[in-house]
T-cell receptor, first 112, second 111 residues
Framework: EAQVTQNPRYLITVTGKKLTVTCSQN?????MSWYRQDPGLGLRQIYY???????DKGDVPEGYKVSRKEKRNFPLILESPSPNQTSLYFC???????????FGSGTQLSVL | GQNIDQPTEMTATEGAIVQINCTYQ??????LFWYQQHAGEAPTFLSY????GLEEKGRFSSFLSRSKGYSYLLLKELQMKDSASYLC????????????FGTGTKLQVIP
């Protein structure tokens, strides 16, 4: 089954404690991206990647890191989380040739 | 850049028809998505319009006018499970690495 697998689904942490949210897709997609979603602001892109070892900033990259060492995986890293990073996060993937974006099930992050 | 406008909220009655509008101002255009999102869940794909006109898919239809920067999503025979947010997203030239999502329209279906 074609899917984007994102973990964990829920995460509560404290300020400054490094964390990683994993994302994996099984569709051999070139494009992968991370979004955060906050009430009234919609989905905002954090980082995206067009291929292995190729990443670029989205609209709200501050405080986040990503890596793309393998085509299927695109983890999101928060080196020193802060309360303003409390949000609902989604990973997405798609084919370079176009078509729909596939989303992971989301990670609800709370930073205390 | 892209600027996308959608109504924030709408209410409609079960069994009725509702139209959700989306207007956009962009420096370029390469297609438009509609996604459905239930609260706390992932967006799910509804439609993808590239050319002008109406695309019908069961109870859902999507219309695009590129010259007017306008799209709408039409939902027929509304069901309670259609209560969700509906997201409009514009794809710029060069691909969806820079796709921009609207803030979404929260639809409430009432009995």
């Amino acid at each position: 089954e074609a899917q984007v697998t994102q973990n964990p689904r829920y995460l509560i942490t404290v300020t400054g404690k490094k964390l990683t949210v994993t994302c994996s897709q099984n569709m051999n997609h070139e494009y992968m991206s991370w979004y955060r979603q906050d009430p009234g602001l919609g989905l905002r892109q954090i980082y995206y990647s067009m291929n292995v070892e190729v990443t670029d900033k989205g609209d709200v990259p501050e405080g986040y890191k990503v890596s793309r060492k393998e085509k299927r995986n695109f983890p999101l890293i928060l080196e020193s989380p802060s309360p303003n990073q409390t949000s609902l996060y989604f990973c997405a993937s798609g084919s370079r040739t176009g078509g729909k974006l596939f989303f992971g099930s989301g990670t609800q992050l709370s930073v205390l | 850049g892209q600027n996308i406008d959608q109504p924030t909220e709408m209410t409609a009655t079960e069994g009725a028809i509702v139209q959700i509008n989306c207007t956009y101002q962009t420096s370029g255009f390469n297609g438009l998505f509609w996604y459905q999102q239930h609260a706390g869940e992932a967006p799910t794909f509804l439609s993808y319009n590239v050319l002008d006109g109406l695309e019908e898919k069961g109870r859902f239809s999507s219309f695009l006018s590129r010259s007017k920067g306008y799209s709408y999503l039409l939902l027929k025979e509304l069901q309670m499970k259609d209560s969700a947010s509906y997201l409009c997203a514009v794809i710029p030239p060069g691909g969806y690495q820079k796709v921009t999502f609207g803030t979404g329209t929260k639809l409430q279906v009432i009995p």
